[in-house]
Structures are given as C-alpha cells and as structure tokens.
C-alpha cells in the first residue's frame, strides 16, 4: 500500500529543510532517504514488517518497528516538526486517535489517502453495484488491508471535529502532477482520486496559533508555492 | 560412548578444523597503580583482562568493535573454545562477508570481570593472601564490568569505539557503555537484553544460585582451596536457567514427550529425552564453568538497573547518549527478556531524541535465538553496521 511517487514527490516538496520528520509506515525507507538526501532532515521511520526495518536500517535510517494504532503512544509530545502517514490512515484501526497522535508527537502532519468520494468510485458503485476496483484502490474488497475507507469531505468533517487547522491540500492522480485544492469543494471531492493534506492543531493549551509556532529559522514558507 | 560425547568430540574436531579468523589477544594485566574502582565500594588490585581481537586496527583508530558477552560467554567469540574445542558463539557473524568483518573492523570481545576465563574473578587469586578468592571477592555490577573494558580501551589507545555489540548480559554492557561513556561510542547495539532485571529474572538466578550453595561441595564458595568442585549443584543451577533460554514451543518441537528407552523406567532416570538433553547441558557446563563466577555474575545482573541511577527514569539515562546510533533487536518467542523490556527501551531513546531503531524477529528459538543463525536478525545488522560504517567514514 506504499504511496505513489507523486505521493511522495509532494510531500517531499511540503516538507521543509532540516526539519525532524517522523515517517509511519515507512516500508523500506524510499521516502526518509528522499528526504534525508535532498532536504537534510533529520528522520525517524516506524514500520510494521521487520523485513521493512531491516531494509531501512542498510539505508542508514533510524527505523523503529511497530504499528501506528499501538505504538505512536511511545513518542513523545512534539518531538517532530512533521508526522507523514502516507496511504495508511485508511488501514489503520482507529483513523481518529491516529490523527490526534500525529499531531500530538509532531508540530504538522501530512496525511495522504485514497479518496472514496471519486467519480469512479461513485459510479462503480452506482451502476455496477460492485466495490470499487481503481489505479488508488487496486485491491479486491476480500484482500484489501483498507478498513476505514472515507471521503475528502469526510476526512475534512473529522479534521473540523478534532479541530485540526487544514493548512493546504491537494488532489493526485496517477502519472499527474499534485493540484491544490479547496478540500470542502463537492467538486473536488469527485475529482479527486487520491488525496494529500498538510494539518496542524487550530489551537494548543498554550494559546498560540499555527504562525506563532512557525519555527522563526526557517526562511522558505512556501507550502504550496 | 554415548550420543553427547560422540557429538562432543565430533565438535572438538569441526572447531580444530575451523579456520580462525583471530588476530591476537591474550590477558592484559594492569598495574597495582591502576586499580579498578568498583561501584559497590573498594577496588580490584592487579586486574587482569582476558581478551581475543579479530581484524586490525587503523591508522587513525575508528575502525574497533567492542563484542561483550553474555553470562556463561566468554571471550572466545569467534575462536574455538579452549575446554570444549566448540566453535566461538557468535562465529555466524564474525568472518569475512559477515556483519562484523574482521577485514573492515577490528573486533575485541573481553572476558568480564568475575569471569572464570582469565579475567579477575572469584577464582582467581587473591593477591593479599595467595589463596582462590571464593566468596572474599567483591560483589561486582555490569558497570564494573564495562569500566574494566574502559581501561583495557584506554590501554590499547582506543579513545572511541565505532561499535558497542551484546546480546542478553552483553546487550546490557552496551547500554552501559552508551550511558556511560556517550563520547566514546559511536553506535550501540543491544540483542535480546532489558534495561533491568525484572522480580522474574532475579527469581530465576536465585534458583541457580540456591542450588549451587547447596552443594555440599562448594563448602562456603572456599571449595577451589579445599579441593572439591559443587558440579551437581553448578548443573542444576545451568539447568534451570537452560530452560529459560528456550521456549515452550520449540523444546515441543525438538523433544515433545520422545522417551530415551522402548518404555518408561518406572524410576528416576532420565526416561525423557528432554531429561537427558537438560542433564547433558548441566554436566558439560561445569567443565567450562566456574561455580562463584555464576554466583557473582548472575549478582551483577540482578543488581543491574538502568535507570536506577537516573531518578528512575530510563529516558533519562539516554539523555547524553542523544547522538549515538543504537540498534535494538529483539526476539518474539524470547520470555526471559521479552519484547517489552526492549520497548521500554525503545521508548526510553524515543523520549530522549536519540537514534534508535529496533527490530521484533519473529522465532520461536526462545532467548536463545540470538546465538543462532537468524537471517533477519544477520541482515539488520549488517545494514545498520555498514550504514553506520559509511557515516564514520570507515571503508568497506
């Protein structure tokens, strides 16, 4: 369920340099060492498979092995700058704790799934009566490891629930260039194949807001340029 | 000649046809003014180290690998053992094409203090009276041990470690190490250990340590000047402790409920083969083992608590150890040392931002495993190592 290189092509570009970047679900490290290499960050990964942690670790990575519904736990409070969870939310068994430890460990989160709401979704359903089948959910329903499939606007609902800020966000499709946009569009919505959300919490205890936390060092705020 | 010495010398010959791949050692003895200090009060006069080394060191000293072993290990890691002529026990991963490649690293592995394999022990003797220590030895820790390891380093210009590798005790010298001395070690591995010895380890040590004091031959630990051996006692005590080294399943899986003999003997002989493979294990020990040496080191593990000096937060301990690379590993059929002491370790990196990574293997080998040939477990380190290898700019 690794995401796909315009996956991580994006967040590569969201994430900014010589950042601590905490990778759930990180396979065999082809992101982290992409960031590691052309955005010097300082990069931890925690992978389910020890086949995973052990192709991580000959590539030089930091790499701890658990599952993200378990051992997010033993992280501590805004330890990263950025959790990445990329193409796994919807595999996990509790999306909603998931999100609030991501932005618990990390000052941001990007978070990329499979959008349920997709125009050929809809109709596979609609016309063929059948679950869905496309290029972001390749896997027959028996198979599949996604058990919280949701929509952009259902993700976007959980994110106003949580009171997670919405920093930027941006549709892909495969083989295309990441497009940003407005989340609680219903066009996007059925536009969308894939999708890819930069969050940080709206408020902390503290008070302060997503600017005032924005580490002053950094020169380049271009999220989304 | 039964099954066990058959195979014994069968063993004797494959280890004297093993090429070694050692490069030097021998016992570094230092001098009176060079006292090791010893955390429970005193200090050792005339300490002597026991070593083996494999590989070369460089020019600019950044290439050593310190190995520390378990509690019955010793320093014959890769080097066929002296009494039982076996293999070294961890041959599967020192050589050449190995994880720790005696052409790339140098690798020292010391035998510990209270050891009975050349290193200062209770079997050594006392230089104030002429006599066997027994039981007038200083109670030692694994921070002794690591310190007597500090000054054999010191004495062979070695200001930084490139490796610190241990599994079991030896994955706790290596905390130690990393704790301890952070500047010296630049990356840590620790296998199949924990952080501290939990109320079920010290129960198990005090079975063995209950049964050796039981022997009527180990006379008040003072049998080496009196001339007896408590062998029996030795033997049980390593055959509790054998138990706890495998697991459930796989002594099903070797021995399930087999029996020696056609029928049972209506007795007490061993009528299972488990019985005979246990009372095999306990009576080849005692020729390679020292009774005291168990006591003392089996002590050092129980009194061995990470974080106790640290507040009681482990977390803490790492603290100054932020910039080493450690590399935990861990096995799933492991009940001694479980998997959650490893997370606790784990955890305790995470929460002091240091470099960790850490693998579950999945075996059913029990503790033991990590003597074994465990793919995994061989690629995780040879990755880690050689990844770390590069970022210390040591050729490969």
């Not at chain 2, 020292?108 to 203090?113: A, D, E, P």
């Not at chain 2, 080998?365 to 190592?385: Q, S, V, W, Y």
Request: glycine share 10%.
């Amino acid at each position: 369920m690794s995401g796909g290189r315009e996956d991580f092509r994006e967040i590569l570009r969201l994430v900014r340099p010589g950042t601590r970047v905490l990778d759930i679900g990180c396979g065999e490290g082809v992101l982290l060492e992409m960031m590691a290499q052309e955005k010097n960050i300082d990069g931890r990964g925690l992978e389910i498979s020890p086949s995973g942690v052990a192709a991580c670790l000959t590539r030089g990575l930091a790499v701890v092995q658990g599952d993200a519904d378990r051992d997010l736990a033993d992280f501590p409070t805004q330890a990263f700058d950025y959790a990445v969870l990329s193409q796994t939310l919807q595999a996990v068994r509790e999306p909603r704790r998931v999100l609030e430890e991501l932005l618990r460990i990390a000052e941001r989160a990007v978070v990329s799934f499979p959008n349920f709401g997709h125009w050929r979704v809809r109709w596979a359903l609609l016309a063929g009566g059948r679950m869905p089948m496309t290029g972001s959910l390749p896997t027959p329903w028996y198979e599949t490891q996604n058990i919280h499939l949701c929509t952009v606007g259902d993700f976007v609902d959980l994110c106003d629930e949580l009171g997670v800020e919405i920093e930027a966000a941006g549709a892909m499709a495969e083989g295309q260039p990441v497009r940003e946009i407005n989340p609680r569009s219903f066009m996007e919505n059925l536009r969308a194949e894939s999708a890819i959300f930069l969050l940080s919490r709206r408020t902390r205890t503290d008070g302060s807001t997503p600017e005032d936390r924005r580490p002053a060092k950094r020169a380049s705020n271009d999220l989304f340029e | 000649m039964d099954a066990a010495s058959r195979s014994n010398a069968l063993m004797a010959e494959i280890g004297s046809l093993i090429d070694t791949v050692e490069s030097g050692g021998g016992v570094m003895r230092f001098p009176d003014t060079l006292p090791l200090r010893l955390e429970g009060g005193g200090q050792l006069v005339g300490l002597e180290v026991a070593y083996k080394t494999y590989g070369t060191l460089n020019e600019d000293r950044s290439n050593a690998v310190l190995v520390c072993h378990a509690l019955t290990g010793d320093q014959y890691v890769a080097s066929p053992h002296p009494t039982t002529g076996k293999p070294g026990w961890w041959t599967q991963l020192i050589g050449p094409g190995r994880p720790l490649d005696p052409s790339r690293y140098f690798i020292i592995c010391t035998n510990v203090i209270g050891g009975c394999m050349g290193s200062t022990g209770p079997s050594s003797i006392n230089p104030a009276t002429g006599q066997p220590w027994g039981l007038t030895f200083p109670v030692i820790t694994i921070g002794d041990m690591v310190r007597a390891q500090v000054m054999l380093m010191d004495q062979m210009g070695i200001a930084s470690l490139f490796a610190v590798v241990g599994g079991s005790m030896g994955g706790m010298q290596a905390l130690q190490w990393a704790t301890e001395y952070p500047e010296r070690v630049f990356s840590a591995i620790c296998i199949a250990s924990a952080p501290r010895h939990t109320a079920q380890n010290i129960a198990f040590n005090e079975v063995g340590r209950q049964a050796i004091m039981a022997d009527p031959d180990w006379r008040g630990g003072d049998y080496a000047r009196l001339g007896t051996r408590p062998e029996k006692g030795l033997a049980v005590a390593r055959m509790a402790a054998h138990i706890t080294y495998l697991s459930e399943p796989a002594l099903q899986r070797k021995f399930g409920r087999e029996l020696k003999k056609d029928d049972v003997s209506w007795g007490f002989d061993a009528d299972f083969q488990i019985e005979s493979y246990l009372r095999h294990q306990g009576a080849s020990f005692v020729d390679r083992f020292d009774a005291n040496s168990y006591l003392y080191i089996t002590r050092a593990l129980d009194y061995f608590d990470l974080a106790a000096s640290h507040g009681g937060v482990l977390g803490e301990a790492f603290r100054k150890a932020r910039n080493v690379r450690f590399c935990v590993l861990s096995f799933t059929s492991d009940w001694l040392y479980p998997t959650t002491e490893s997370r606790d370790i784990v955890r305790a990196l995470n929460a002091a931002g240091a470099r960790a990574s850490f693998v579950e293997i999945e075996s059913d080998k029990g503790h033991d495993a990590f003597l074994l040939h465990e793919p995994i477990m061989e690629a995780a380190l040879g990755g880690f190592l050689s990844s770390a290898a590069k970022a210390r700019g040591l050729e490969p």
